[in-house]
């Protein structure tokens, strides 16, 4: 048995919901974004387009068992499912209720709560709040009881040493975020009978608190940031992109380079608490953003799964079960953030993701 779990987020966005309609017009899913997008200068790849599984739509039991299939075929041992709760509202929740209604899907799963506001920008920041994130106690509490109730007890759901394993994206936006870990755990333990919770939190924009400080057990480091992190901001090496800046007379801090994030992840000085290591296959969001998005130039199978080989072969399990490392991600496909099979690459990311995982 492979002493590492490879696991692989997966976005449920890919297919239709009432509130998408009315935001963003009839029938829109994920989809709508990456085949609208178009190359915005000499050698771009737009749009991503899919191969192997289509234009899928996770409502679909067939769709969520063919990608299933197809992340298993390539070394990955489960899923990180994005979780979206406002309240007690949630959204994107068919293909969770209809995988937790399909017991025959043998893939392992977990969720990363997405805490943030929805906006019109995408990225949590923007003022024009489509729908809000609000924090009380009482909420706590019926998203913890939800949780536990309908989702936790899934024989399919990863644990550690017995305890669910649940992350948090933006652990940051709570007011006082200990009380809410600490409501959790009690009750997880004392009103449903589970020997505890194993918390995590996102190191998400450039957020590296230490999990210990915040009463949870461990980090993961959230790797698309560190593709588009500030400080390998890069306007003028790509020849291309800066053509098209001067077409457009105008200057862009938007491009970055594959190779220089891989290889500030790769020398990274690792933290005394436990952190979870994780790998992106690329980026680039001008699906969604177009000319405003950011774009990760130079990213190749070949480069993913160097950057996958040298932190597989890095990490040391924490224990015999704290031995994940995350790929994030399998189908954020607006973001050009996929291993699933496309137009240009076919199964290569997927190919790479086993090849570097064959050597655990």
Not at 63 to 81: D, P, S, V, W
Not at 98 to 127: H, I, S, V
């Amino acid at each position: 048995m492979n002493k590492l779990r490879p696991l692989a987020f997966v976005l449920p966005q890919f297919h239709p919901i009432p509130e998408n309609d009315l935001w963003w017009g009839k029938g829109f899913t994920e989809w709508t974004n990456v085949t609208k997008a178009t190359p915005l200068f000499e050698g771009h790849y737009q749009p991503h387009l899919p191969t192997d599984l289509g234009f899928y739509d996770l409502r679909l039991p067939q769709a969520r068992a063919e990608q299933a299939k197809l992340a298993k075929e390539h070394g990955i041992h489960g899923f990180c499912y994005y979780h979206y709760w406002f309240n007690g509202k949630r959204l994107l929740n068919q293909p969770i209720d209809g995988m937790l209604d399909q017991k025959d899907l043998d893939m392992p799963f977990m969720f990363c709560w997405a805490n943030e506001n929805w906006t019109r920008r995408w990225d949590g920041r923007d003022k024009e709040i489509l729908i809000e994130q609000k924090y009380s106690k009482d909420d706590d509490i019926a998203h913890m009881r939800w949780l536990c109730e309908h989702v936790f007890s899934d024989e399919r759901y990863i644990r550690i040493d017995e305890k669910p394993v649940f992350m948090i994206y933006r652990h940051n936006l709570f007011p006082d975020f200990r009380e809410t870990v600490k409501l959790w755990r009690e009750i997880a333990i004392k009103e449903f009978g589970y020997k505890d919770l194993y918390l995590m939190i996102t190191e998400s924009l450039n957020d590296k608190t230490n999990p210990k400080n915040m009463g949870v057990d461990a980090s993961v480091e959230f790797s698309p940031h560190v593709l588009i992190s500030d400080y390998q901001q890069n306007i003028t090496k790509h020849k291309s992109w800066a053509k098209f800046l001067k077409l457009k007379k105008k200057t862009s801090k938007k491009y970055r380079h594959f190779r220089t994030g891989m290889e500030w992840a790769l020398k990274r000085n690792l933290p005394n608490y436990k952190l979870y290591r994780s790998v992106t296959p690329c980026w680039d969001n001008t699906a969604r953003r177009g000319e405003s998005g950011i774009i990760v130039h130079g990213s190749s199978p070949e480069l993913y799964q160097y950057w996958l080989q040298n932190i597989v072969a890095s990490f040391k399990p924490f224990s015999k079960e704290e031995n994940f490392v995350f790929i994030n991600a399998m189908n954020e496909w607006a973001e050009g953030n996929h291993l699933e099979p496309c137009i240009k690459y076919g199964r290569a990311y997927l190919e790479a993701t086993k090849n570097a995982l064959d050597d655990i």
